[in-house]
């Protein structure tokens, strides 16, 4: 059948259907916020101008408010580039990414062989496709890579893994459509936030026990330096009259960090974790620039 030219019937097969699913995250991330949101939702500003998430991880708290606002401006980065190529291609080649899905296969031989590809050699949406299949069948949908850069997370056991969810993947990129997604450090949305827009940082926590492993030197890592500019830059944010939110463990490092600022305490229910026992609920903070304090 042709396209009609019929303007009203071409705008009617735009328009998003009515019942639409909502995007949810398509990759499990570890410190992913999907069951925080509703501790979290109530304390977002009322309103802002554009939505800045500069670690953007799963996006589940980005999924989540682009259903709410899909008009706000959006900006989404993070220093992984194979999580940004990853968003990238699900926004602009959805249809690439879903033929390259098709050809995966759960098996555990085949996820070492597709594990063991060089993926900046791939064409974009292949190489899109191999991070998805490799997030949803690998040992508890982690993202971790070696000290050269190689994706290394062992095969997952699944009954059966859906790493093809076609519904869920048209809703996410019809969510990213219009949206930046960019390759940086977090601290590049100082170039970029004005007075009114929002700004939600969600970086790699501090760790709550292991004191030793936070001051050791990781290369790429993100320790103690890292932790302390980033509240320099909430700071300088927060003065410019930026809407700004973070979440991070509660310690009382973070807390003398923060300091000033409106603290709440949320409760996560952790599950990437190997250990069974240490599954138990984690206090986490949520710092915010704009709830009365200090601005
Ligand atoms: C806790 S996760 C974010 C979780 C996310 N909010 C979600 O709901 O899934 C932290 C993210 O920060 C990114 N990251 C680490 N260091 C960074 C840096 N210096 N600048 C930007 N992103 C960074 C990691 O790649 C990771 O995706």
């Known amino acids: 059948m042709g396209r009609s030219t019929n303007p009203a019937v071409a705008l009617e097969r735009e328009a998003p259907c009515q019942d639409a699913p909502a995007p949810r995250p398509f990759l499990k991330w570890v410190g992913?916020?999907?069951k925080l949101l509703e501790q979290m939702t109530p304390l977002l500003p009322a309103s802002w101008n554009r939505y800045f998430e500069p670690f953007v991880g799963g996006a589940a708290l980005f999924f989540d408010q682009r259903t709410r606002r899909p008009d706000v401006p959006a900006f989404l980065s993070d220093?992984?580039?194979e999580l940004v190529s990853c968003y990238v291609a699900v926004r602009d080649e959805l249809d690439a990414v879903l033929v390259a899905l098709g050809k995966?296969?759960?098996e555990s031989d085949y996820y070492y062989a597709v594990r063991a590809q060089k993926p900046a050699e791939l064409p974009s949406a292949a190489r899109a496709a191999r991070t998805i299949f490799l997030n949803k069948t690998g040992y508890n949908g982690l993202y971790r890579v070696n000290r050269s850069g190689q994706f290394n997370v062992p095969f997952g056991r699944f009954t059966k893994p859906l790493f093809r969810?076609?519904?869920?993947l048209r809703a996410c990129s019809r969510a990213l459509s219009g949206v930046s997604i960019e390759?940086?450090?977090f601290s590049t949305v100082l170039e970029r936030a004005k007075k009114g827009d929002f700004v939600y940082f969600d970086p790699p926590y501090v760790p709550v026990s292991a004191t030793s492993d936070f001051t050791a030197y990781i290369p790429g890592g993100f320790g103690e330096v890292e932790q302390r500019k980033l509240a320099d830059v909430f700071r300088k944010l927060a003065k410019r009259g930026v809407?700004?939110?973070l979440s991070n463990s509660d310690t009382p490092f973070v807390r003398e960090l923060y300091e000033g600022f409106a603290v709440d305490v949320v409760y996560a229910a952790r599950s990437v974790n190997s250990n069974?026992?240490?599954r138990g609920k984690l206090a986490e903070?949520?710092?915010r620039s704009y709830a009365g304090k200090r601005a």
């Open 104 to 106: 995966h296969v759960y």
């Open 285 to 287: 903070v949520v710092v």
């Open 243 to 245: 809407h700004v939110m």
């Open 79 to 81: 220093v992984n580039a």
């Open 32 to 34: 992913g916020k999907t």
């Open 276 to 278: 069974a026992a240490r």
């Open 165 to 168: 969810d076609v519904e869920n």
């Open 183 to 185: 390759h940086g450090d």
